[in-house]
C-alpha cells in the first residue's frame, strides 16, 4: 500500500522559510510524478506546484512562483517543497499527492490526477 507522510510544517512569521519534506513508500516513488496541495481555512483544496517522475520539470501556481520550489531525490524517496518569503495569505494545511499515471510527461494540477494524499501538515504564517 502507498503511504506518502508530510513533516516540516509550523509557525513561521512573514517574510520567514518553511521546508516541507513528502516520503513516500509502497511503490516505486520514482516512477512518478508528485504535487503539493494546500487548503486554508474555510476554502477549497488548490494546487501548489509539481514536479516531473524524474525531478527535471517543475510547475507552479502563480500566486507561488518565484518564491516556492519543488524539488525531489528519488535515492530518498522524498519530495521537498522549499518556501519563501512566506504570507499570511500561505496559512493552510499542505498536502503532498502522487500521480495516477506513471512516468506521465503532463504536470498536473487537477486533484483527479493524483491517486495517494498524504494527510497533510500545517503551516501558520503570523503577520
Known amino acids: 500500500q502507498v503511504r506518502l507522510v508530510e513533516t516540516g510544517g509550523g509557525l513561521v512569521r512573514t517574510g520567514g522559510s518553511l521546508t516541507l519534506s513528502c516520503e513516500g513508500t509502497?511503490?516505486?516513488?520514482?516512477?512518478?510524478?508528485m504535487g503539493w496541495f494546500r487548503q486554508a481555512p474555510g476554502k477549497e483544496r488548490e494546487f501548489v506546484a509539481a514536479i516531473s517522475w524524474a525531478g527535471g520539470r517543475t510547475f507552479y501556481e502563480t500566486s507561488v512562483e518565484g518564491r516556492f520550489t519543488i524539488s525531489r531525490d528519488n535515492a530518498k524517496n522524498t519530495m521537498y517543497l522549499q518556501m519563501n518569503s512566506l504570507k499570511p495569505e500561505d496559512t493552510a494545511v499542505y498536502y503532498c499527492?502522487?500521480?495516477?499515471?506513471?512516468?506521465?510527461?503532463?504536470?498536473?494540477?487537477?486533484?483527479?490526477?493524483?491517486?495517494?494524499w498524504g494527510q497533510g501538515t500545517q503551516v501558520t504564517v503570523s503577520s
Open positions: 499527492a502522487a500521480d495516477r499515471i506513471r512516468m506521465r510527461f503532463a504536470l498536473p494540477a487537477a486533484e483527479h490526477e493524483y491517486t495517494y
Open positions: 509502497g511503490r516505486t516513488f520514482g516512477d512518478y510524478g
